[in-house]
């Protein structure tokens, strides 16, 4: 792995980042968040023991790696706070290698209120963690940002100006309860031991970091197919999740990063509302659903499942410059008579298939490539050639060691 790598989910979220990033994080140093918020869900399993992340990068379980939370990111301290209390309950450290971005947005409770109660009439299908209305704010210059809560008198200014606009738009706009200012007041200032220890001007950091050649990890959360611009909009998350929001979400211009690794599942999921081409309504939705355990993370929903869409990832592709693919949860096809890949679509916008022959062996004991059947690397080889992209990585299950190095 070259110095600075970035990591991003090719899809609609919930690629295996977490898995990856905390595998590759073995021999990093720092591993950065930069755009989205605690509507991630990136799940670790070492040793056994299984971890969800939401916030926090997925590069702490390393002890020695730095983890960084920048500017791009909204920010719930209730949110950071419930999950820095577990991981310390089981005596993982932040002490000295935890920072968050002074120019963070905060996600306020009424941010949350108002998402969930407007979800009800968009039909987004949101995770209800206040994601959209934190962002418009933040677009709008009216957040309430981290480094606010050094300032409490000016920050009371600030945040009863914006609560009583929310608590309107709550009541006014949707008949709904507002939200007293004094509890979303408590919420921040309840929090104050989060800015005591933890803030940091972060873009002066990666600046430094950079320039002393340190081998740093970005991981993207979301997935490009829920970018607010080149996603499948309106059902996409409000952040930019393509390469282009890594340097806006943390300050590090394009020509620092060495390498992009674009993941994508083996087949295609979604949570929430909004189209899906390749979708599978049939006994092979189910069983992908069931052999990939496809519940989200975060909110538990069902995932929708369906084949893999080459047609989309290739320009995905292309938005996002991959250098290098991962490919995950190729275990989960193991059991499949057949295996379709969507090579195009026709004139209707339906899908072209492409169909294989399923393996129908285990591969999740597969450490090289050599290691798997050949139907599966001819699968692996399509995708590769179709995309012209390496697949450099291959998952066959959740644990850190599952994982194939073609490199
Ligand atoms: P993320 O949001 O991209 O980090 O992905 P999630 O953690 O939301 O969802 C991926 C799920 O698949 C998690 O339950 C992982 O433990 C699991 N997983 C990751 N890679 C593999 C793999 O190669 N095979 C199998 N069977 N499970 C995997
Ligand atoms: P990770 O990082 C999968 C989806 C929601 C919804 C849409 C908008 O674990 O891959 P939001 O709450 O962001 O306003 O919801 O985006 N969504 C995700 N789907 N994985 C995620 O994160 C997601 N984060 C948001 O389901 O369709
Ligand atoms: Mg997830």
Not at 115 to 139: F, M, Q
Not at 165 to 175: D, S
Not at 220 to 233: N, V
Not at 363 to 375: G, N, V
Request: hydrophobic content about 35%.
């Amino acid at each position: 792995m070259s110095n600075n790598t970035l990591i991003l989910g090719l899809q609609w979220g919930d690629e295996g980042k977490g898995k990856i990033v905390d595998a590759l994080a073995e021999t990093a140093e720092a591993v950065c968040r930069f755009q989205g918020g605690h509507n991630a869900g990136h799940t670790l399993k070492v040793d056994g023991v299984q971890k969800v992340l939401h916030l926090v990068p997925s590069g702490i379980l390393h002890p020695s790696v730095h983890c960084v939370l920048g500017n791009g990111i909204v920010l719930s301290l209730s949110a950071l706070a419930k999950e820095i209390k577990e991981l310390q309950e089981s005596e993982i450290n932040f002490k000295d290698r935890f920072y968050v971005s002074e120019d963070c947005a905060l996600i306020l409770p009424t941010h949350i209120a108002i998402d969930k109660v407007r979800d009800k009439s968009e039909g987004i299908g949101t995770t209800g963690r206040g994601i959209g209305p934190a962002y418009e704010d933040k677009i709008a210059r009216r957040a309430v940002r981290f480094g606010d809560l050094k300032d409490p008198q000016k920050l009371e200014v600030k945040l009863s100006k914006l609560v009583n606009y929310h608590n309107q738009i709550l009541e006014n706009l949707y008949g709904a309860q507002p939200i007293k200012y004094e509890d979303v007041l408590e919420e921040l200032t309840g929090n104050i031991d989060l800015y005591n220890k933890y803030n940091c001007k972060t873009q002066d950091l990666l600046k430094l970091w950079i320039k002393q050649g340190k081998k740093i990890l970005f991981e993207g959360a979301q997935g490009s197919m829920l970018d607010i611009d080149h996603g499948s909009y309106p059902y996409v998350t409000s952040s930019s999740t393509t390469a282009g929001g890594l340097s806006s979400g943390l300050g590090v211009g394009p020509r620092y990063l060495d390498s992009i690794i674009g993941i994508t599942k083996a087949y295609t999921t979604r949570v929430g509302e909004g189209p899906f081409a390749t979708e599978l309504f049939d006994s092979n939705a189910e069983q992908l659903a069931k052999v990939g355990h496809e519940f989200g993370a975060t909110t538990g929903r069902p995932r929708r499942c369906g084949w893999l869409d080459l047609k989309a990832l290739e320009t995905i592709v292309f938005i996002n410059s991959v250098s290098n693919l991962c490919l995950t949860k190729l275990d989960v096809l193991d059991s499949f008579e057949e295996i379709k890949v969507c090579i195009d679509y026709d004139d209707t916008q339906q899908p072209i298939y492409k169909t294989f022959s399923g393996w129908k062996q285990d591969t999740s004991k597969a450490r090289s490539f050599e290691d798997l059947p050949k139907a599966a690397q001819d699968y692996i080889l399509f995708i590769e050639e179709t995309l012209e992209c390496k697949i450099g990585i291959v998952s066959v299950g959740p644990s850190r060691d599952q994982t194939i190095y073609r490199d």
